[in-house]
């Protein structure tokens, strides 16, 4: 069938919905507005004010109101409208949802998931558009994804609510629109593994979400100068699938990593280190990262587009890389 990623995002939550009563959705204009990004849009009128539920302009309340129903046996998914104003509920998410089992000692499970728009390009300045995911990834006790593909914004909500523990779920806004064609029967997907969406010996690509798109673009293009990639869609960033990373990069002998998070602390430098940890001798290369620069994110286009991650700039690390040893 054809669809896009905002139509399978929906899709997803009408089938969590649909399989378990206690599957709940809840955030800032979720219902009768349909989704800040249409994402609900017309779940309201399916499922009822009782499973669709508007809330406050209050991310610590809502999101503290969700860790409270997950903690009663209920399956709450949580909608923040971007990442950026997650940033108003990091008490709840970190200090409670992320430690409440290892406090209660191993009592208490907190079975949420919290889904958020990150991202840039769009023009939406710096209070909507940065990509603080990598931030999360540091965090003990939670699961981080990272939907790129059709296939993957259909699949990964329901396993997420499978997981006892908190899940969080980061859409990137530039893939909302992104059309292509599932089959009909598609399904929960694995949320253990990164997936290897193109295979080469020249380097490895390694990114996820809403940067994959360019560096499969990037991969086609260089290509055509006889450099052949693997690409990497991480998919999870915490726990991160080391092992699928490491196979890649002992045969390939170069790296290249493509995160739209500033470069300082970034999982871009995680990755990188990681590499240099357990597959130093494989490396023919230094292991090269295209990341954002570091600054609040511009509202101008030109000057946005010129702090991003792009076509050309991941080409010309891919270029140093190989051209490192000769």
């Not at 997950?70 to 709840?92: K, W, Y």
């Not at 699938?241 to 002992?250: E, L, N, P, Q, R």
Request: aromatic share 6%; hydrophobic share 45%.
């Amino acid at each position: 069938m054809k669809t896009t990623y905002r139509e399978a995002m929906r899709a997803a939550l009408r089938d969590a919905m649909q399989r378990d009563d206690r599957v709940f959705l809840m955030g800032e204009d979720v219902g009768r507005y349909g989704g800040s990004f249409a994402v609900s849009l017309g779940l309201l009128e399916e499922f009822g004010p009782e499973r669709i539920r508007d809330t406050p302009l209050s991310e610590s309340g809502f999101v503290g109101a969700g860790i409270g129903a997950a903690l009663g046996g209920m399956r709450p998914v949580v909608e923040i409208m971007t990442v950026n104003f997650s940033l108003l509920a990091l008490d709840q998410i970190i200090n409670n949802a992320a430690t409440l089992l290892h406090m209660s000692g191993g009592q208490f499970n907190v079975p949420i998931v919290i889904r958020m728009t990150t991202g840039a390009g769009r023009q939406l300045g710096a209070q909507h558009s940065h990509s603080l995911e990598g931030w999360y990834a540091h965090i003990p006790g939670l699961r981080i994804l990272a939907p790129a593909t059709l296939a993957d914004a259909r699949g990964m909500l329901w396993t997420a609510l499978l997981d006892p523990d908190p899940v969080l779920i980061f859409e990137h806004g530039s893939l909302y629109n992104v059309a292509g064609e599932l089959d009909d029967d598609t399904g929960a997907v694995d949320i253990d593994k990164a997936a290897v969406l193109r295979q080469g010996d020249s380097l490895t690509l390694i990114t996820y979400g809403g940067t994959l798109p360019m560096v499969l673009e990037a991969a086609d293009q260089l290509a055509g100068e006889d450099i052949d990639a693997d690409v990497i869609d991480l998919r999870t960033l915490r726990p991160l699938d080391a092992h699928t990373i490491m196979d890649s990069v002992a045969r390939t002998h170069r790296a290249v990593v493509v995160d739209e998070g500033w470069r300082s602390g970034s999982i871009s430098a995680e990755i990188a280190a990681r590499i240099c940890e357990q597959a130093f001798f494989d490396l023919d290369a230094p292991v090269e990262r295209v990341c954002s620069l570091e600054v609040p994110v511009p509202y101008a286009k030109h000057l946005e587009q010129a702090a991003l991650p792009s076509v050309e700039r991941v080409m010309a690390a891919a270029r140093r890389a190989v051209g490192a040893n000769g």
